[in-house]
């Protein structure tokens, strides 16, 4: 696979620079994940021979059936469309087809150069008339193969800027740069090259390390690209399917008495929205941390938001969201959206489609390989501690080729009556906060997990919003006395708590999650120890922390400002002279057998599975050394329950499968100001801040979110309530 990379490393000509680089040109660009380097790399499924064959039958006749269901199902709806679009558009843009495509319009052109600058201008207005999404796709005709692709490239791009790797997305036509300067590719150059190659280009930062989940992911949306594009198509005739109310004002002789459009008079649309019925279903997450799952129900409409699991429940009926008091059937979704990668937000998710859900996911271009990278560490542990898992990695591809990634702050229809817009949520790198326009009637903000601060890593999360009747905020640190110390007071303590351990001759193990977390700790140790406060010693790392750190790199664009600035000045911030990837359990014996103080950081963040736990193990038993925990710790798991004081001893499996027992007597430091959720006072702000109508509290204990809740309507006389899985509230 690398060796494809670095064959793949051109040197190109000369060009101009300009920090807006792709944004310009494919402004028009659909919301299509499809980042990418190269394809060659082998996808999850090993199918091979006969069984290949076969099933590559079934899947051409699974497509060809689809393409005429599709054909039929939206004919005279699209024809209107194209109809209504070439007779108002420039035939110099050459507009081969106008096809539903997920939530837009694809305009197939033959002239590149034109529609990805002339013809923007044009699809702007009619974007606003027709209230559609547009996006520019280049006639497959026009595509040159990918060795010329390759090849042109080369020529077109300026001679500083090196690739490391290409990715052509046969599905949409677009073309993925993975570059050392995406600033110095200019619209001008991206234009230059759809001209020349028939790829619309997007550029991606090259990760010194190159990623695996990366190069998973676009193996499996390149072996699926048919298949996606048939996916789009029928996705697109759903959103944009007649609206049951529409149809439902027809006379006896079946005759259309009022169509209900963005032309027509106010007060025809009134009358529509006051049949407009919101509900929500809570269905997970709820006087709990874990297993976030709600569904939004409108006359149109099903919408999931999260479908998270419960890492503190091993099975059973308190560890997944409570699809089976649904009842519904999975083909009515329209749709699931996630706020981000974290376990107990989307840990369900692949679930999902084992059990018959077809349709299409929403989340942030981050979130997707992150969440890629913990659903297939997630079956690694449950492999190797022989537990249970709700999904295999046929389920996590089904998750890949159903994703549909969008920027923050671009409003995207997802059913016919709902609008969603993802931001910034401040919580871990492509967190975001959710906000559902219901037919302009009703306005749901969901927060998932935000932090309204900034942090070392992301900037704080956002909160200008125009209108939100009903807010759903977390409560993870919800009590009154939940109140975070400042950013340099929180260093010092944890700088001393280290420095304590390392001069008595211990080893220092803090196990992070190794998404988000991770990240903030490198940033601060090494920051700590340049500037001489943090003794230099030895920082071990190892579990997922360099594979997670790659693709925030790859994605650096959604990092903080201060973080974005040095990556742009050529600085790897995870990378340090301080740091030492651990690979493997013999390394990881090298590590703990040497006797010197060391700090070790390792996954998972709870102790629940993964690297730490083995670490732990050999810590635990002496008083010298020290576990540091820096994120929120869940009831129910091991990390928890150490906080919490209360274990002297732990019952494990050892390496061959026994069970040992581990006493512990290593000292524990909880520090809570590097979490990325708000505290008490920050929660507080964000509500005042938006002003709803209601505020629903999630996402914490009991307690805390019942005491957001009385808070919120003491001081800011705003109605709120805490309500309980299985708990359906009337929103409108
Ligand atoms: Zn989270």
């Known amino acids: ?49 006969l069984s290949k064959n076969l099933s590559k039958t079934i899947i051409n006749r699974q497509v060809k059936e689809k393409e005429s269901h599709i054909a039929k199902l939206t004919f005279d709806k699209e024809s209107r469309f194209t109809k209504t679009i070439l007779q108002s558009i420039p035939p110099e843009s050459q507009i081969t087809s106008a096809k539903f495509e997920g939530p837009n319009i694809a305009l197939y052109t033959r002239n590149a150069g034109f529609s990805l600058t002339e013809l923007t201008y044009h699809l702007s207005n009619l974007s606003k008339t027709m209230k559609k999404r547009f996006v520019i796709r280049t006639d497959p005709s026009i595509r040159m193969p990918e060795d010329g692709t390759r090849r042109t490239v080369a020529k077109l791009l300026p001679k500083d800027v090196l690739v490391s790797a290409v990715f052509c997305d046969d599905a949409t036509g677009e073309l993925i740069l993975e570059v050392n300067k995406p600033d110095a590719v200019s619209p001008e150059i991206i234009i230059e090259i759809a001209k020349s190659t028939g790829w619309v280009a997007h550029t991606r930062l090259s990760p010194n390390l190159p990623s695996y989940i990366i190069n998973t992911i676009h193996s499996t949306l390149k072996s699926s690209a048919r298949e996606r594009l048939i996916f789009l198509q029928e996705l697109g005739a759903r ?234 905020t977390e409560s993870t640190y919800g009590s009154s006395s939940d109140v975070m110390p400042d950013q340099s007071a929180v260093y010092s303590t944890f700088t001393q708590s280290i420095n304590q351990t390392l001069v008595d001759g211990g080893k220092v193990l803090i196990p992070v999650p190794a998404v988000g977390r991770a990240q903030e700790i490198m940033l601060v140790i090494d920051k700590e120890m340049r500037e001489g406060r943090l003794i230099e010693t030895p920082i071990y790392i190892e579990g997922m922390i360099s594979e997670a750190s790659a693709i925030h790199m790859s994605y650096a664009h959604y990092l903080g400002y201060d973080v974005r600035r040095s990556v742009s000045q050529g600085t790897n911030p995870f990378e340090s002279d301080y740091f030492t990837p651990i690979v493997g359990p013999s390394k990881r014996e090298q590590v703990l057998g040497d006797g010197n103080p060391a700090i070790i950081m390792a996954t998972s963040g709870m102790l629940e599975g993964g690297p730490s736990v083995e670490y732990f193990k050999e810590i635990a038993p002496s008083s010298k050394n020290k576990i540091v925990f820096v994120s929120y710790q869940i009831n129910g798991t091991l990390g928890r329950r150490i906080v919490d004081g209360t274990l002297t001893e732990a019952s494990m499996l050892d390496q061959a499968g026994k069970v040992k027992v581990v006493p512990v007597r290593c000292n524990s430091h909880k520090i809570d100001g590097f979490s990325g959720h708000s505290d008490f006072n920050q929660i507080l702000s964000f509500v005042s801040r938006i002003r709803p109508k209601r505020v629903l509290v999630n996402h914490g204990e009991k307690s805390k979110s019942e005491s957001i809740a009385s808070t919120v309507y003491r001081k800011l006389k705003i109605r709120s309530g805490v309500p309980d899985n299985r708990e359906i509230i009337k929103l409108r």
């Not at 060009?15 to 996808?43: F, I, L, V």
């Not at 008495?257 to 006051?274: D, F, G, M």
């Not at 790198?429 to 601060?453: C, E, F, Q, R």
């Open 239 to 472: 959103i944009f399917r007649n609206p049951l109310v529409e149809q439902s004002n027809v006379n006896s002789k079946g005759t259309l008495v009022k169509k209900v459009n963005t032309l027509e008079p106010p007060y025809i649309q009134k009358a529509q929205s006051q049949t407009k019925e919101v509900i929500l279903f809570c269905l997970g997450g709820v006087k709990q941390v874990g297993r976030s799952c709600f569904i939004v129900v409108t006359p149109e409409s099903k919408v999931m938001l999260d479908c998270g699991i419960n890492p503190g429940e091993n099975s059973g009926i308190d560890a997944y969201p409570r699809l089976d008091w649904f009842n519904f059937n999975f083909s009515d979704l329209d749709a699931v959206v996630i706020s981000h990668a974290h376990i107990d937000h989307q840990g369900f998710l692949p679930s999902l489609y084992k059990y018959g859900y077809n349709g299409p996911i929403y989340c942030t271009e981050p979130t997707l390989p992150l969440m890629t990278l913990l659903q297939m560490d997630s079956i690694k542990i449950s492999k190797a501690n022989g537990t249970y898992l709700t999904y295999e990695v046929r389920d996590v591809n089904e998750v890949i080729k159903h994703c549909i990634t969008l920027p923050y702050g671009k409003p995207t229809d997802i059913s016919p009556d709902i609008t969603i817009t993802l931001n910034n949520a401040g919580h871990i790198i492509g967190s975001a906060t959710v906000h559902l326009n219901i037919s302009g009637v009703h306005n749901i903000l969901y927060s998932g997990d935000y932090k309204y601060a900034k942090t070392q890593l992301l900037d704080s999360a956002s909160s200008i919003y125009p209108r939100v009747e009903t807010l759903i």
């Open 1 to 49: 696979m690398r060796e494809n990379q670095k064959s793949n490393n051109i040197r190109a000509e000369e060009g101009k620079s300009d920090s807006q680089h792709s944004d310009k040109a494919s402004s028009r660009q659909a919301s299509n994940k499809n980042e990418g380097n190269n394809h060659y790399s082998k996808g999850f499924s090993s199918d091979d021979g």
